[in-house]
């Protein structure tokens, strides 16, 4: 794990309650600005009347004694009453500071939790294939409810607390002398350096524990995505002991975190209870002088409390800061993780007039060392059915992802109707492409949103007529629940051919001018493949067409056949004219023809 210089941790600390603050503060949102300054002025008031307290018991302990006169002619009972009253109402304008307070925080963490996950969807394919689905919203669970935390404590606790320790060490020094002004400040300062030296020590611990956590979890949801594979491979045990030894280590590193808040939590009590002790017996030695009366006594004591409870809590307080801090500035380094394709300024909407699709000279590599096209061209015109095959590693897969712009061509451009795809806007681009993927991935719904998620706010009869048109419809229908049947996690209660016409017809409900297949029917048997392949013909009819096969059979008809081979189009041109010329199409038919007549 990589360590980190506690002055980096603070300047982090810094930078994300830079970034909080425009959500409490928004210039756009002047309810938001009535609403905290209505509670800070709530926390002024609840601080004054909760330092005017111990003063209202002091008069009262000296009235029941018959000590000194009380500058209010209340009577001990009037006064008793009073107090009780000051400690209410500190307790209401408490109360109230937070009802007060609550919309602003809400507002806030919805805000910054909406801004993430949008953030999320707009980072680039590179990101989301190298990142972990379960640490990745493990980050975000945990910086969104550091957002929550951050904003309750950190306005309403160390700010009033600072604000009363200043009220009572001004009171102490006013009524009786500097000597309870210096045990107080000295025993404050060695409880805050204290507290911040250790939590500084336990941050480091705690991260290591969420580590711990978040590989443990990324192996459970993981292992879970996986069930089937696990199944497969008789893997239970496997991937029991594989979570048990990353639990294993989690136990580990939050023994640590355990035992030094132990330490931190006796230190701080030792420290208290020495501040304590140290004004009690100068006020001790004050009633019996005769120069304190047992009021001013009871008074110390009762100050010494109010700002004992609020320090003791400060420790779990600043230790939950520090660590939402951390928590944060994770979420908050996601934020800043650039999107990689993004608009450019003032890209105007992508606007198909025919859907002519053309590839020029274009180059592009996952890695800058590893070039996987090299110098395609390729021109789909309107209407038409073009075929993208070859081998394995060809290139095939990577035509279709620039395509849909989840990368950026090194080199060259690809245009759609002439307009090259990054000067147009992504949203425009996306809503002209329709999609269906060698495995369609469904949402754990009904089979109606999962087709209806095709375009927003679709009627059921357009439902049904997509699934009329992906030749579904009987299918749905037989089953107990029909369009309201739950397909389960990832679609997996529902057969590959199954799946595969429920996104077909989400594609088709989409209605795009544009047609991506991505090897749409190579993970399925011949019969499934063969109904799958005449829903796919009707999805195409009036479109611009672009197959990626792998199974040569599909693409007979089309229009025009590219043969990639590493990365260069070697050959192109209609099914039968490949053959003929007994090229590298021939050779993959024959070698296609040869396997399925040996199965």
């Not at 990368?407 to 492409?433: E, F, K, M, N, P």
């Not at 209605?511 to 999805?539: F, G």
Request: aromatic share 8%; hydrophobic share 45%.
């Amino acid at each position: 794990m990589t360590q980190t210089h506690p002055s980096d941790e603070r300047r982090s600390g810094w930078r994300t309650i830079r970034k909080v603050s425009p959500y409490l503060w928004p210039d756009d949102q002047p309810w938001v600005k009535r609403r905290v300054v209505l509670a800070l002025v709530l926390l002024v008031l609840a601080k004054l009347v909760a330092v005017v307290t111990p003063i209202l018991y002091k008069w009262a302990v000296d009235a029941l004694a018959g000590e000194g006169v009380p500058p209010v002619a209340l009577g001990a009972v009037g006064l008793t009453v009073a107090y009780g009253g000051a400690r209410l109402l500190n307790v209401g304008f408490q109360q109230l500071r937070d009802a007060v307070f609550a919309a602003v925080g809400q507002r806030a963490l919805r805000a910054l939790a909406l801004e993430t996950f949008r953030h999320i969807h707009r980072l680039s394919m590179r990101y989301h294939i190298t990142r972990k689905t379960g640490g990745l919203s493990r980050i975000i669970e945990r910086g969104v409810k550091g957002v929550d935390f951050l904003l309750r404590f950190l306005i309403f606790s160390i700010g009033p607390l600072i604000l009363e320790l200043l009220l009572v060490a001004g009171i102490l020094t006013v009524l009786f002398d500097a000597w309870y002004l210096l045990i107080v400040a000295v025993t404050i300062a060695l409880y805050v350096w204290f507290t911040f030296a250790v939590t500084e020590w336990r941050v480091k611990l705690r991260r290591e524990m969420n580590d711990q956590d978040t590989d443990a979890n990324q192996k459970a949801i993981d292992s879970l995505l996986n069930f089937e594979t696990v199944k497969y491979f008789g893997a239970e045990e496997r991937e029991a002991a594989r979570y048990d030894r990353a639990m294993e280590a989690y136990g580990v590193a939050a023994l640590k975190t355990n035992y030094s808040l132990a330490f931190l939590n006796f230190g701080q009590s030792f420290l208290i209870t020495g501040g304590l002790i140290g004004v009690m017996v100068l006020a001790a030695i004050g009633v019996q002088a005769g120069t304190l009366t047992v009021g001013d006594f009871v008074m110390v004591n009762a100050y010494m409390i109010q700002i004992t409870v609020p320090l003791n809590f400060l420790g779990t307080v600043y230790r939950e800061i520090r660590q939402s801090l951390v928590d944060m500035g994770e979420m908050f380094d996601l934020l800043e993780q650039p999107s990689e394709v993004s608009d450019r300024p003032g890209a105007a909407d992508l606007v198909v007039t025919g859907g002519r699709v053309a590839l020029e000279g274009v180059r592009f590599g996952y890695d800058p060392n590893r070039e996987i096209l090299k110098g395609v061209d390729l021109v789909a015109e309107p209407g038409q059915m073009v075929a993208i095959v070859g081998a394995t590693g060809s290139g095939k897969s990577t035509i279709g992802r620039l395509l849909f712009r989840f990368y950026d061509v090194t080199a060259g451009r690809l245009t759609i109707d002439g307009q090259d795809i990054r000067d147009v806007t992504q949203a425009s681009l996306h809503a002209a492409i329709g999609v269906v993927p060698q495995d369609t991935v469904l949402f754990n719904d009904t089979i109606r949103y999962n087709i209806a998620y095709g375009r927003d706010g679709a009627t059921e009869d357009e439902i049904v007529a997509a699934a009329r048109a992906a030749q579904i419809h009987d299918f749905i229908i037989s089953l107990p629940d029909g369009y309201d049947t739950t397909v389960g996690e990832r679609g997996l209660k529902l057969s590959g051919g199954e799946k595969q016409r429920v996104g077909i017809a989400r594609t088709l409900l989409k209605n795009p001018p544009i047609l991506l297949l991505d090897e749409a029917t190579s993970a399925l048997d011949s019969d499934t493949e063969a109904e799958i392949k005449e829903a796919l013909a009707r999805a195409g009819e009036g479109r611009t067409v672009l197959t990626i096969a792998h199974r040569l059979s599909t693409i007979a008809e089309a229009d025009q056949i590219v043969v990639l081979e590493a990365g260069e189009v070697v050959e192109r041109g209609r099914h039968d004219e490949l053959l003929a010329r007994q090229g590298r199409y021939a050779q993959l038919w024959q070698r296609q023809q040869a396997d399925d007549e040996a199965a």
